[in-house]
């Protein structure tokens, strides 16, 4: 069973700038597009980011243009980096290693019975 593993959360002020990791226990760049998803108090769990085996991206309409995900294969790590940070950032966000062919962009809750999912890491952007 593949496990994974997010850090890098924190707290920050309106306008700062994060970068989160996830490192898999194995390779799973082959097999696997890998997902990062947040979930904030009374909302739905929803799609960041999305980037494919073969370095494909995808992002939420609200991140577009301030987060930018990437991965490092041979490291096994996938990586976040959040740009112009705003309060409605704030969240638990989620690493998630997903069947190439899913394409999940929101689920009731994190984690999701699809693939594999870290245990999250907290994102709070005060004003």
């Known amino acids: 069973e593949v496990q994974l593993m997010e850090s890098g959360g924190g707290a920050v002020q309106d306008g700062g700038s994060l970068r989160l990791s996830c490192t898999a226990s194995?390779?799973?760049?082959?097999?696997?597009?890998m997902n990062w998803y947040r979930q904030a108090p009374g909302t739905r769990c929803e799609l960041v980011a999305r980037i494919s085996g073969g370095g494909d991206v995808d992002y939420g309409e609200s991140v577009k243009g301030r987060f930018t995900i990437s991965q490092d294969s041979a490291k096994n790590t996938a990586f976040l980096q959040m740009n112009n940070l705003k309060p409605e950032d704030t969240a638990v966000y989620y690493c998630a290693a997903l069947d190439a062919r899913v394409r999940l962009l929101s689920t009731p809750s994190c984690p999701d019975d699809n693939g594999y999912w870290g245990r999250g890491t907290q994102v709070t952007v005060s004003s």
């Open positions: 194995e390779t799973t760049f082959d097999r696997f597009s």
